[in-house]
Nanobody, 125 residues
Framework: QVQLVESGGGLVQTGGSLRLSCAASGRTFSSYTMAWFRRAPGKEREFVAVIAGSGFGTSYANSVRGRFTISRDNDKNTMYLQMNSLEPEDTAVYYC??????????????????WGQGTQVTVSS
């Protein structure tokens, strides 16, 4: 069992930055592929970014590539999402998720076994 807790959300103006954190407890953190997803009002949950268990290997949604950076610190059992140049379209509840490293459809939320409760990010125009 893995417990995930997100933090760092809030209200920011267009062009601003936020850093989200996802603290994990439970089994060996480095054995899990970790990802961020988000759900905007009235929309389906969508993939944002993913990072391999080792930290070497990342992938991003086209909408955030170049603005967001995913990282992890396995010694601290924590994953991060640095979000820069935020836009109103980034407004959503952001969720972190964990999947065993053997899973391959890392952009598909159905591959993830564990989820945090979500943290709200609101970008004002």
């Amino acid at each position: 069992q893995v417990q995930l807790v997100e933090s760092g959300g809030g209200l920011v103006q267009t062009g601003g930055s936020l850093r989200l954190s996802c603290a994990a407890s439970g089994r060996t953190f480095s054995s899990y592929t970790m990802a961020w997803f988000r759900r905007a009002p009235g929309k389906e949950r969508e993939f944002v970014a993913v990072i391999a268990g080792s930290g070497f290997g990342t992938s991003y949604a086209n909408s955030v590539r170049g603005r967001f950076t995913i990282s992890r610190d396995n010694d601290k059992n924590t994953m991060y999402l640095q979000m820069n140049s935020l836009e109103p379209e980034d407004t959503a509840v952001y969720y972190c998720a964990a999947a065993p490293s053997s899973r391959t459809n890392v952009r598909d939320m159905r591959d993830y076994d564990y989820w945090g409760q979500g943290t709200q990010v609101t970008v004002s125009s």
